[in-house]
């Protein structure tokens, strides 16, 4: 009785852990399919119009090149990292290894990176626009653009970095205060560089909100385009994003095609900065991984 | 031969909060002579030992008082911190070797103290590595990633980091608990062959272990030292019913 009982029931789980097979690489397979949708239906569209004048020329209505746009988005990228990276960094050290617990100025820099990491792009747009554009007198300029970024990406690099940090185990913390190394110098040289793969993968998603940014750009660093391109922090100039947007609302004829070589521009930077982020992950971790 | 006191602990009282953990604890431990705390679990003989170079520092809420002298001094009011763990060396229970190199690890100490010169790190890393039994296992792979070695390797290696700032105390927090028996034989042998040089601390489970390798053991039970004396009696004559029922296992 009771063994024909568990066969049935064999068959009945048999057949749920299948369905619940088939459901899991239903999903897996649509994410991925969504994904290779997306990069084809740009690509496809976007790689054939895309030449040396595009690429490399001067911009006018003819080529509508995107020379300009990509250099201010390099900058844009570095600029804002050197800015924001150091101090996320360091107020995660601060947040993980010397506020105490219990501390209220913790909760408070918590609150409010969980506060700045919820705002709208487009507020931060606006908030720059009153603050570096008008008060501070920058007008809209890649420097404008560069500060509203800055800020914009702080509490992604700063929970990452928190994440990363308190992750490193406090057994390692031990081992080098055990040896008489300092509190800074542990953190310097044992807790830091262990971190260092988690606080890159903030960097990564950093990059791509830089890369992607457009609403907070357009109130900052302005939609202008020069013909050819600058480093000049206080000149207006879009980005590849803000190039893209103002392509496809663009009425010239072939204004349209160039917005999804943009677009197949920006899926090829977004990649390449990964893929160098990843390699520098990998080479710092390297050694706490292979075994 | 009469060894001098290196260590010595005057009426300590140590709380977490409200929680009384050591209670009047008085403690003489000689130089290179290797002192075995032994107890049930949450007897304070880890807590002794962390008060010795002060790990304990680090957690909140800690309070200390009475004395410990190391040759004299009052580590808790007269040395830094940093200078007293680069005196007293510390191996812990897991084998918590850095992420990083072989060479990295043993060299990571004396970096930190100012050692700069690659000759000098090449000689101390190879000095440690080379007392702590470990130099022909590992010389050919300086550079690769401690975390591959085997837990036991891994454990001595942190003992060849903790001789590379060259300490006159080690303290030792269940070395071996979580090693295999060969491994466990292997830092016993190490410890008995170093003594001449340094002085050992050791927290162990295990009393086999104690009487193997033990001078001096010390019995602790709820935060206080029942008895102190050389290992021999300890174990074949104690003066405590409490001691001579939990080395006979009757409780632990």
């Known amino acids: 009785m009771e063994l024909v009982n568990a066969e049935k029931n064999l068959r009945k789980r048999k057949l749920i852990s299948l369905v619940l097979k088939a459901g899991v690489w239903l999903c897996g397979i649509m994410t991925v399919g969504i994904l290779i949708f997306i990069l084809l239906f740009i690509l496809l569209r976007g790689v054939p ?4 004048e595009f690429l490399f020329g001067t911009y006018n209505s003819d080529t509508l090149s995107a020379f300009s746009s990509i250099v201010t988005t390099f900058e844009m990228i570095l600029i804002s990292l050197l800015v924001a990276v150091p101090i996320g960094v360091f107020c995660a050290i601060y947040l993980t290894e010397y506020a105490k617990r219990g501390n209220k100025a913790v909760k408070v820099i918590r609150l409010a990176v969980d506060t700045l990491a919820g705002i709208p792009s487009i507020v931060y747009g606006l908030f720059g626009m009153i603050l570096f554009v008008n008060i501070l007198g920058f007008r809209a ?124 521009i920006l ?22 991984n292979d075994k | 031969m009469i060894n001098n006191d290196k260590i010595k602990i005057e009426n300590v009282n140590l709380y977490y909060g409200e929680f009384h953990a050591l209670k009047n604890i008085n403690m003489n431990v000689k130089e290179k002579e290797i002192t075995a705390f032994i107890g049930p679990s949450g007897c304070g003989k880890s807590t002794l030992l962390k008060s010795l170079n002060r790990m304990n520092d680090l957690i909140e809420g800690v309070k200390i008082n009475g004395k410990m002298l190391l040759d004299g001094i009052d580590i808790y009011k007269d040395m830094d911190p940093t200078m007293l763990r680069k005196r007293v060396g510390m191996v812990f229970q897991k084998p918590n070797p850095f992420p990083m190199s072989i060479y990295e ?24 590595l080379r007392s702590a039994a470990m130099w022909d296992e590992v010389k050919d792979r300086l550079k690769k990633s401690a975390l591959g070695l085997s837990g036991g390797q891994q454990q001595r290696l942190c003992i060849a980091r903790a001789f590379s700032v060259n300490p006159e105390v080690i303290l030792l927090d269940e070395p ?51 008895e102190f004396d050389e290992t021999e009696k300890l174990f074949s004559m104690p003066k405590n019913k409490k001691t001579e029922d939990y080395i006979t296992g009757r409780f632990g």
Do not use: W
Not at chain 1, 269 to 278: G, H, P, Q, R, S
Not at chain 2, 191 to 213: F, G, P, S
């Open chain 1, 141 to 264: 300029s890649v420097l404008s653009g560069i500060c509203t970024v800055s800020i914009m990406i702080l509490p992604v690099i700063i929970s990452s970095s928190e994440e990363a940090i308190k992750s490193v185990p406090d057994m390692y913390r031990e081992g080098s205060l055990g040896l008489g190394a300092t509190r800074l110098g542990t953190v310097f040289r044992i807790v830091v560089p262990t971190a260092m793969p988690g606080i890159l993968s903030g960097v990564i998603l950093a990059i791509g909100r830089i890369v992607g940014e457009t609403a907070a750009l357009i109130f900052t660093s302005g939609t202008n385009v020069l013909e050819s391109p600058t480093l000049d922090l206080f000149a207006s100039q879009r980005t590849l994003a803000i190039h893209m947007y103002m392509l496809a609302s663009e009425g010239l004829p072939h204004s349209k095609d160039m917005a999804f070589a943009t677009g197949a």
């Open chain 2, 105 to 128: 690890n043993v060299a990571y100490g004396p970096k930190t103290h100012g050692v700069k010169s690659k000759s000098k790190l090449d000689e101390i890393v190879e000095q440690s």
């Open chain 1, 267 to 288: 899926i090829l930077v977004v990649f390449l900065v990964n893929l160098a982020t990843t390699k520098l992950a990998g080479r710092l971790g390297r050694l706490g």
């Open chain 1, 49 to 52: 119009n895309i030449n040396m």
């Open chain 2, 176 to 226: 071996t608990s979580a090693l295999d028996p060969i491994s466990t034989m292997k830092i016993e042998d190490l410890l008995v062959d170093i003594k001449k040089n340094y002085t050992i601390i050791i927290v162990t489970h295990n009393m086999q272990q104690a009487t193997r390798i033990s001078d001096k053991t010390g019995f602790f039970l709820h935060g206080e030292v029942v």
